[in-house]
């Protein structure tokens, strides 16, 4: 794509010119280099394999009898149509701000939903007491042709009188499920909910949930609540070096209210201070500093900032430094190379977080509205999964440059790195929180290591002056060889997968508010 900007873009040298010659590459030549990339050895493959079943099974037999939320999500997951109902409802609820709008979005999920499908398929009384619930309240909101009969007249009485009440029941029952998934509303309540799992050897690196700056205002409050937060976190640090202490990850457009390529020059102006006090910050504090991933369009200005901060010398020999990398992104590949250059010419190691992507719904549709030829992104879920692996490769052969972070929720390729690790010990597993329990165990003497978590984010609602607070990586100490991962899931094409409004990793409305606006700190478990 060619941008018309008041100033040209400076030469690109080879690497960075590559990244971007492979934005939107045609998809059968870009599978053909992953391919490549990731080809395993026919013993390695079987051995991972076996690994990942015996990881499967190993949950799915540990899952058996257990209540509660874990049990709950389970039972209702998005595969589901009433688990994707509950989710909408959960990511809306907190941000309708008036009773009607409220009762009309309850009356809208759970009144059409087919809740007497789930009963008694549990064994969790929670979960069918819950189901039992959400089914009388659905047949007393919902919506029958009018008839005049008095049982008629009651029953529509009934629902009009316990709208209230079902109402504060409904709010009450999505905040404790979004509590599955957020750490708190301040840094001070996710940390002291961190504090118990850290005694087991659980680590988090923490993300604040909001939206993206929309006014300097926006940005000059974020930066704030950020900057606050680090010095919190490191707080907690005791003493531990920078890679066993939790962290922070950052969202560089809640930083700047322009945050989008064609105003390159002031970003690469105004941007780089703000990012290097809070980097300074983060050092200081003995705490990780990550730029997270954003939307595709955002990656090349990440990278012009990027670069003058692992190049900084405020910032030498720290090696807390870090960026996400987005392996369903055509241009994760080259984007390592770039950045164990970088590496090299910085002197440091870089702490990589690979991800497979949360906005594929938004990149797919953003590509069709404009017309494009081609897609930023994989197309299939396939291969996202073998970009992953190409990518763990790649960053586990380039040795010290880079401290891989690998943040799944599937078995195999949790298999996968564990075995092409080898006897490697310097790189860790993160999950988010609330997610991945089951496969990473409860305390880090079981299964695998984990490290601290990527990002995604619920939706919880915050104002900016209270911001929410995500802490979610959990983490053990060495990598242990005797174990595996989580289950895949079913592959998605453009095809058989039709475009959403709404996906649970892109929740940022673009007309709320700043009254409204959520600035809420996630917790990623490792």
């Known amino acids: 794509m060619d941008f018309v900007l008041p100033t040209p873009l400076p030469p690109a040298p080879p690497l960075r010119a590559a990244i971007r010659d492979s934005c939107r590459i045609d998809e059968t030549e870009a599978v053909g280099r992953i391919l490549a990339a990731a080809e395993i050895p026919p013993k390695m493959r079987d051995r991972i394999a076996e690994r990942a ?17 874990d049990a709950f999500l389970h039972e209702y997951a998005l595969s589901s149509p009433e688990g994707v109902a ?53 047949r007393l909101l919902h919506a029958e042709p009018a008839d005049h009969t008095w049982r008629d007249v009651l029953r529509r009485f009934a629902a009009r009188s316990g709208e209230p009440v079902v109402r504060q029941a409904v709010t009450a029952a999505m905040r404790i499920l979004g509590r599955q998934f957020v750490m708190g509303r301040t840094i001070e309540e996710a940390l002291e909910r961190a504090r118990e799992p850290e005694r087991h050897g659980y680590r988090y690196s923490y993300d604040m949930l909001g939206e993206a700056a929309r006014t300097a205002h926006d940005a000059a409050r974020y930066f704030a609540a950020y900057d606050q937060a680090i010095a919190a976190i490191g707080r907690s640090v ?16 809640a930083l700047h209210p322009r945050y989008e390529m064609a105003q390159r020059d002031r970003l ?77 010419r910085g002197g440091r190691k870089l702490t990589i977080r690979l991800v497979k992507g949360a906005y594929w719904d938004s990149e797919i549709k953003r590509a069709q509205e404009r017309g494009f030829d081609g897609y930023p992104v994989y197309t299939r879920k396939v291969a996202t999964d073998v970009s992953y692996l190409a990518c763990a490769r790649r960053l586990l052969d380039y040795g010290t440059a880079f401290y891989p ?65 995500c802490g979610g990586c959990w983490r053990t100490a060495p990598i242990r060889r005797s174990s595996t991962a989580l289950s895949t899931t079913s592959s998605r094409s453009i095809k058989s997968s039709p475009i959403r409004s709404l996906a649970f990793h892109s929740c940022r409305p673009r007309h709320t508010p700043a009254s409204r606006r959520p600035a809420t700190f996630i917790s990623r478990s490792g």
């Open 268 to 344: 690469v102006a105004e941007l780089p201070p703000r990012l290097l006090e809070l980097a300074r910050h983060a050092r200081q504090a003995g705490i990780g500093f990550t730029i997270d991933a954003e939307e595709a369009d955002r990656l090349d200005p990440s990278l012009d900032l990027f670069e003058p901060l692992a190049l900084a010398p405020d910032l030498a020999g720290w090696d807390g430094l870090g960026l996400a990398v987005q392996a369903y992104q055509k241009r994760a590949l080259p984007l390592i190379d770039w950045l164990a250059d970088l590496a090299r």
């Open 53 to 69: 079943r015996i990881l499967v099974a190993t949950v799915r037999r540990e899952r058996i009898g257990k209540g509660g939320i």
């Open 238 to 253: 005791a003493g531990r070096k920078a890679a066993e202490a939790p962290g922070i990850s950052i969202k560089v457009s």
């Open 86 to 138: 509950l989710l909408c409802l959960a990511e809306a609820l907190l941000r309708v701000p008036d009773a009607e709008t409220v009762d009309r979005l309850i009356r809208d999920k759970i009144g059409e939903a087919h809740w007497e499908s789930h009963l008694g398929r549990s064994e969790s009384i929670f979960v069918n007491a819950s189901t039992w619930a959400l089914m009388l309240t659905g």
């Open 405 to 469: 972070q690998f943040a799944t929720h599937n078995a195999h390729t949790v298999a996968s790195v564990l075995e092409m690790a080898g006897n490697r010990r310097d790189y860790e597993f993160q999950r988010l929180h609330g997610m991945g329990e089951a496969l990473y165990g409860r305390s880090p003497g079981r299964s695998i290591s984990i490290g601290r978590a990527g990002s995604m984010r619920p939706s919880a609602a915050m104002k900016i002056s209270s911001p929410t607070w």
